[in-house]
């Protein structure tokens, strides 16, 4: 993933699709810019690794350059076609947690545009912190139909398809 806002995130989404704990699925943030640098050899032994970048643009060159490594070691990655994953999250979800911070005027998000710039948030402010907190706002059908939810159920099928955690009781 991205960074550690956004692994909150997916977690919670994979929670959606009844993917929890016992499946032992484990999150690296990425770390914004220096992706690009990450050693990504140490997970060619593995077929179980998947990644996810969002389209912000102020970080294209590094996101381009992850894409590659990505492709050289055979790891699937999926880079979406929103700025960021906040660009996934319901207006409604977001009113929950900053009820007096977006205008009733403001009926959608562009998926292309920086959220706290859309709601109004300067100076560095950001909803990143609170992405957890949102995210629980939030159900399957607020994503339906987009490349985050193609992603979970990538996830989903493979891991449908690999052995079935333990039950033990």
């Known amino acids: ?38 050693d990504l050899s140490v997970f060619t032994e593995r077929n179980n690794v998947f990644a996810i970048v969002d389209h912000d643009p102020g970080s294209g060159r590094a996101r381009n350059q992850f894409l590659k490594h990505c492709e050289q070691y055979n790891i699937p990655c999926t880079r979406l076609k929103g700025r960021a994953i906040e660009n996934y999250f319901s207006l409604e979800a977001i009113r929950a947690v900053f009820p007096d911070q977006i205008s009733a005027e403001l009926e959608t998000l562009s998926p292309k545009e920086s959220v706290d710039k859309q709601i109004g948030f300067t100076n560095g402010k950001s909803i990143k912190k609170k992405n957890g907190e949102i995210v629980k706002h939030m159900n399957l059908s607020d994503i339906e139909g987009t490349d985050l939810q193609e992603f979970l159920m990538k996830i989903k099928t493979f891991l449908d398809n690999a052995e079935k955690p333990s039950t033990n009781a």
Do not use: R
């Not at 995130?9 to 699709?17: A, D, G, N, P, R």
């Open 1 to 38: 993933v991205e960074g550690p806002t956004d692994t909150v995130v997916i977690q919670e989404m994979l929670k959606w699709l009844n993917i929890g704990p016992s499946y032992n699925v484990k999150f690296w943030p990425l770390g914004g810019d220096i992706m690009a640098s990450l």
